[in-house]
């Protein structure tokens, strides 16, 4: 009908009601794309631990070690394969000639990082998981 605009204080939104349930609906799909999403995260967070490119993964029982190299230095962090309960975790890298950085304590999910100098020396690094653990000899010569 002519002659009947909007009174004072209506508002009128293009699309009416159904870009209302479209907003929703992306709103809810952009909600489950994150939860279902976690554990992608979660692989991208052990990825951004260390800086670096990866060199090396220490597989052991009850985690894994994992190694990377830039510019001289060597980081590690060891994850445990099974999060949640509070367990003693251990990360340690040391570079020939100098004493080991350990990071050693109760963690959830993982260890570390630790970074050392290592310039072109060998490096031992060690892992452990509660009572299961991995050590290597002298590496990245």
Wanted: glycine content about 16%.
């Amino acid at each position: 009908m002519r002659g009947q605009g909007l009174g004072e204080g209506d508002i009128r939104t293009p699309g009416g009601p159904r870009r209302g349930l479209a907003s929703a609906l992306s709103v809810l799909v952009a909600a489950a794309l994150l939860v279902l999403g976690g554990p992608t995260v979660t692989g991208a967070q052990a990825a951004s631990q260390c800086g670096g490119h990866h060199v090396r993964t220490l597989r052991f029982e009850t985690g894994r070690t994992v190694l990377y190299k830039s510019n001289g230095y060597v980081c590690a962090v060891t994850y445990a394969k099974r999060t949640g309960a509070r367990r003693t975790m251990t990360v340690s890298v040391q570079a020939r000639g100098n004493r080991a950085v350990v990071d050693k304590g109760r963690y959830t999910r993982h260890a570390g990082p630790v970074t050392v100098h290592a310039g072109h020396r060998c490096v031992r690094v060690k892992g452990s998981v509660g009572t299961k653990s991995v050590r290597t000899g002298w590496i990245l010569c």
